[in-house]
């Protein structure tokens, strides 16, 4: 499979195939709050974006050769080598005496001088592979004067020219952080980043889709086809499945989207609707009735991980949770004593929420802190939660006549099964445009701008690749009590057309069984199957 | 993906194609217990085995029309509405007016008299298809005189010449008692098994591998691989994996084989060796240990979903508090009181070892029984018992300066995520070719028989299709303390090819990362990638 996988060749946009010339827009501006932006990036503000269209001449720029050096930032998503080969080859083709240097485990090793040449042999060996073992990731973040300052050595030493940094939200702002500091620093050094996430939240105007998202999200739904394949087989057990995706609910969607389950949960419906954790429990209780009235006793039922924190009534008592865990006033490190400790301290309207919850998420929700003082979400097993307490209120209506049926869950969750599979044809060939996009970024003295492709529902030869600053995607929030210059975070729109799709069909998917089975990513075979985009992609950019 | 799968003709062998013949082989004998096994099966004892071979005139037999009934019984594996269609093409080229009828939601649907009629357009929307719901599954045994009466009504209303009942061991241990039945009572119905389960047990000098085994494997595998590469991206996490497949431990090893995992528990060897469930931790923890010596801490290990019944201290105790619990001679219900009452009770030995589980085992071990007052293996989370008393024990060689590293583990249950996948080509093909065999010898009068394919290692034209007597494959065993006729159940010979092979390497694939990623299951593209067989049917089969 990764040997036959190896000789797939990524399609290209036409504007990155042969002779390439540079397109220059109109002056940008930042999402929000432009004057500060200005001010803390005076260099990199307001720069246009570019597009790189097919030229009848070989462009001049980018001849001269040089050195490039490039970083994998944060959690995996499948693609991350092709950005890497699509880089590589680009700069080769450029000029085949250029060089691209990986730094290890992340930009830690840009800060330690941790780095291998990428020469072609270790480059062929990824092609087309999931993963980021190339040279591992990290989640250091640049955001020192001293980081920099120790970069910008190694850098030196290593003669490159430009850096491109493959991260999600967080790690393009620090990108462009960096970016802003060498020039201010006429260190004549270039920064360069790249779109990645497979939790699908790093989008806006210029940005269509992160890479990782598509790939991602058809793992997950082949699962969730074939337990929904399983549970329609057998009729007898309610999955209750939570999918990977930190805040938002992309991924939860998406997979709704492609696989029609009878319930799936939208954090950011919940937070605007104001429901309370019962409110969840009690519509899923409902759902389970009524399909046991058709006899139907099984169903799917998506969960996103984040969930938990857009539930107002739980994100208040997380808050004080946290905040009198932090002051340290009890003595006791059995759960039971800390309970009972927090349950004399709470205030009222969070002591009632807190008493609500099983026992055994309310020790969950007590436990061990992470380094920040905050309870870590990703331990709290939502899915479970969730069971429980439905099977509980069922137990209540059976008692009062409104149910009849039986109830039975499994419980799944699913992340590390899709951040490294192998890319689809999709992120295969978006990634691959990336990487050859950054090296034309780079060829074309720009710095600060982030590679992207757009027009991505028509055939790749019809892709426009070109640059867009950072800077333009940027506002201020609050992070750690200071107001921070960061990329804002797409979370789920519920007046856009994914959730408007979802929301047309939900009821009809909760009472029948309209399950669809996507089966597992397909790489070669017909092109609807090969080639198709996500369902979230192709409702966002349809007119 | 269905509506491209749909098209695809399933390979038939040779012996399928055009005008089929049988050729007889000598009368058989059951593998052990023949005077008994003779005794209970006086009519369809020492059959011979049949072989289908192409043949220059049509056969004069089977033109008569007739009615077949087809019965899934048990859990979902890939492929089961591929033996239907291939039943369903088999019986209308006998002769178009032949009718095929599934009875619904397993046995139980010949007993209550619930069927549908298969159609054409029934048969299209499934083929290819994984699950079981074409007309759904179930766990009814078929053991009562009163059940083959009750089936004998409706099989005459409905004139079916013959049932097809596609399961596992038991399945067809009862399909034989069905058929020696039905011949002994002359009512003229034929019974025909075949052999179906993802978990591998079902397999003998005459059934080459059980159908659903190859698909479960690479959907398993697949996942494996890819978490194999975020481990070895991220390089911060040991991933405990449990894997279905009840007692044998044929998935965990044919996955271990696809994917060279640092560890895989064989719960046949800890058995054969007498492990306690602290040698295996500490197996384990020496191998975390190797590892951070060379700076890697994460590693992948495999557990059978079994194991625990394989220790043989954990099997003593689970007898005794088996034994125990039923006497319900404790008064309190809380775990803690029924613990502790417990180990007032156990045996010396017993006690030992209760004492060493983690608390939340104890307690899962102490749960509610099923019907029968046995402990519901499935609900132990054996990934996590052993991950925590890996934890502890590190701790412990920590503190003994044995021990420089991080240990941080995530765990996996996968199952119901293999069960219904849409069927590789290699379980697509066979699956379609033992419903032809089936139609085929049903259309030679044949009763009490499995439908089988062998040299399935070959390319499909060359696999030789026939029938084998269920007899032949009986043995006696205690079962609920009475002696029964069962097909004896295939464990993992310690012996055999695909174990010695995981051994020769085991020790490589410990210390060093040989991940191997097979990425998901292709069904268009290289034949090489796409008609793949089991590592452990090549290993078995080879020379």
């Given at each position: ?13 036409q504007?990155l195939?042969?002779?390439?010339t540079?397109k220059e ?15 803390l990036?005076p260099?990199?503000?307001g720069?246009p ?7 009848d001449k ?17 959690g ?9 080969s699509?880089?590589?080859?680009g700069i080769k083709?450029?000029n ?14 840009l800060v330690?001088h941790?780095?291998i040449?990428?020469?072609s042999d270790i ?22 004067e ?13 003669g490159i020219?430009a850096?491109?940094?493959?991260g999600?939200d967080?790690?393009?702002?620090n990108a462009?952080v960096l970016?802003?500091y060498?020039?201010?620093h006429?260190?004549?050094i270039q ?5 990645k996430t497979?939790?699908?939240d790093?989008?806006?105007d210029q ?5 990782g ?7 997950y739904?082949?699962?969730i ?21 930190r805040s938002a ?6 997979c ?12 950011e419906?919940v937070q605007?609707k104001?429901e ?8 899923i209780?409902?759902?389970?009735a009524?399909?046991?009235k058709?006899g139907n006793?099984?169903?799917?039922v998506?969960?996103?991980?984040g969930?938990?924190?857009f539930?107002?009534s739980?994100?208040k008592l997380i808050?004080e949770?946290n905040d ?6 009890y003595a006791a490190d059995a ?11 709470l205030?009222a309207a969070?002591a009632?929420?807190?008493?609500s ?10 436990g061990e ?17 969730l069971s429980?307490m439905?099977a509980e209120k069922?137990?209540?209506?059976k008692?009062?006549?409104k ?11 699913f992340?590390y ?16 445009s ?11 003295g ?5 590679a ?5 529902t028509?055939?790749a030869?019809?892709?426009k690749?070109?640059g867009?600053p950072?800077?333009?995607?940027l ?5 750690n ?7 804002r975070?797409?979370?789920v729109?519920?007046g856009g ?10 009821e ?5 069984t309209?399950y ?11 092109t ?6 996500t369902?979230?992609?192709?409702l966002?950019q349809?007119k």
């Amino acid at each position: 499979m990764q040997v036959a996988r190896a000789a797939y060749q990524p399609k290209l946009p036409q504007g990155l195939k042969g002779n390439v010339t540079l397109k220059e827009g109109e002056p940008t501006q930042s999402v929000a709050d432009q004057e500060e932006i200005k001010a803390l990036f005076p260099n990199t503000y307001g720069l246009p974006l570019v597009e790189f269209v097919p030229s009848d001449k070989a462009s001049e720029s980018g001849k001269e050769p040089m050195n490039v050096g490039v970083i994998l930032s944060g959690g995996q998503a499948p693609g991350g080598h092709n950005v890497i080969s699509g880089l590589f080859d680009g700069i080769k083709r450029l000029n085949p005496a250029n060089k691209l240097y990986g730094f290890l485990l992340g930009p830690g090793g840009l800060v330690d001088h941790k780095y291998i040449e990428l020469t072609s042999d270790i480059i062929d060996e990824y092609r087309n592979t999931g993963g980021f073992d190339i040279i591992g990731s990290g989640r250091t973040k640049l955001e020192e004067e001293s980081q920099f300052e120790s970069g910008l050595e190694i850098l030196r030493e290593l003669g490159i020219k430009a850096v491109v940094i493959i991260g999600g939200d967080d790690s393009n702002t620090n990108a462009c952080v960096l970016a802003e500091y060498y020039l201010a620093h006429k260190t004549g050094i270039q920064v360069i980043g790249c779109p990645k996430t497979i939790d699908g939240d790093l989008k806006n105007d210029q940005i269509e889709t992160s890479f990782g998202f598509d790939t991602a999200c058809k793992t997950y739904s082949e699962l969730i086809g074939n337990i929904e394949r399983d549970a329609n087989s057998a009729k007898k057990y309610w999955h209750f499945i939570k999918l990977m995706g930190r805040s938002a609910s992309h991924i939860a969607l998406e997979c709704a989207l492609e696989t029609q389950p009878n319930i799936c949960i939208v954090s950011e419906e919940v937070q605007q609707k104001g429901e309370t954790l019962q409110d969840i429990v009690d519509n899923i209780a409902q759902a389970v009735a009524d399909r046991a009235k058709d006899g139907n006793n099984f169903g799917i039922v998506l969960i996103p991980e984040g969930l938990i924190e857009f539930i107002p009534s739980i994100e208040k008592l997380i808050a004080e949770l946290n905040d009198l865990l932090a002051s340290k006033e009890y003595a006791a490190d059995a759960p039971a004593d800390r309970i009972e400790w927090l349950n004399g301290k709470l205030s009222a309207a969070n002591a009632e929420v807190f008493k609500s919850l099983p026992r055994a998420f309310a020790e969950q929700l007590t436990g061990e802190r992470d380094p920040h003082g905050n309870v870590q979400v990703s331990l709290i097993e939502t899915e479970k939660l969730l069971s429980q307490m439905v099977a509980e209120k069922l137990k209540q209506m059976k008692a009062e006549g409104k149910y009849v049926g039986k109830f039975a869950a499994q419980h799944h969750f699913f992340g590390y099964e899709g951040r490294c599979a192998a890319p689809s044809n999709f992120d295969a060939d978006y990634c691959y445009s990336l990487g050859v996009s950054a090296s034309e970024l780079i060829a074309a003295g720009k710095t600060g701008y982030m590679a992207i492709v757009k027009n991505t529902t028509a055939p790749a030869d019809q892709w426009k690749a070109g640059g867009v600053p950072i800077t333009m995607m940027l506002n201020m929030e609050k992070r750690n009590g200071k107001m921070k210059p960061v990329i804002r975070k797409a979370l789920v729109e519920l007046g856009g057309k994914p959730f408007k799709e979802f929301a047309a069909h939900r009821e009809e998917w909760k009472k029948h069984t309209c399950y669809v089975y996507p089966g597992p990513i397909q790489y070669w075979g017909p092109t609807e199957v090969c080639d198709k985009t996500t369902e979230t992609l192709r409702l966002e950019q349809s007119k």
